[in-house]
């Protein structure tokens, strides 16, 4: 997944804009919002957990965090 494609997606369950490195659960992202994101990421092959995500609640920590998962 390209960090654009990561951003856009983040963006529509979010519903507003956010930078790479703002922190995303400060932005107003819940639980709920942030398990449609993991479970539509598992549905694309993606090997991620609510927990991985949640220590960085970033785009650019998510960008890195994806790319590494699918880089095993």
């Known amino acids: 997944m390209t960090i654009e494609t990561l951003r856009a ?3 529509e369950v979010l519903g507003e804009p956010v930078g790479d490195d703002d922190n995303l659960l ?3 992202l819940d639980s709920i919002r942030l398990m449609t994101l993991v479970e539509r990421w598992r549905a694309d092959g993606h090997e991620v ?3 991985d995500l949640a220590e960085d609640p970033t785009i650019a920590g998510w960008a890195t965090l994806l790319a590494d998962a699918d880089a095993r």
């Open 26 to 28: 400060d932005a107003g």
């Open 9 to 11: 997606q983040v963006i």
């Open 49 to 51: 957990s609510f927990l």
